[in-house]
């Protein structure tokens, strides 16, 4: 006998159909920070070379820091009365960053490579600021700052990381 469950109806002052679009845009920023998160722990699994040790803990910071952020894209996509995320599956439908499955990957490659994810990361974020405002969701648009700044913080460490000299 299949159970029957009340709908999620999370109580908010938000208009319902204002949030969707919000939650719309968090859910695919989402989606992409576990694409990152996962391609971050790959190139942090098989990052090689001399600089190996720096290029290890500076991935898996990061990783770390991106993990974080997950959590809170979801209860925010709950707080708004919306659904999140539901499976790998569903994060593969929503994902604009592209995987990488290559056997080898140089450094300086995977740090490029994240730098331009973590840009396109923060242009996902804008998306979501936007959608925030339009919806009048200031919680939403003012927590969207920090995710924003941390992924240009990202960005700028790989790209200081990377640089030649």
Known sequence: MAEKTAPLQTPTDLNRNDTRSVADALNSALADCYALYLKTKNFHWHVSGPHFRDYHLLLDDQA???LGVTDLIAERVRKTGNVTLRSIGDIARRQTLKD?????????????????DNLKLVESFRVVKQAAEDAGDNATSGIVDDWTDQAEERAWFLFEASRKG
């Open 64 to 66: 770390t820091q991106i």
């Open 100 to 116: 990488n499955d290559a056997d080898f990957v140089a450094p300086g490659d995977m740090l490029s490579e994240l730098r331009d």
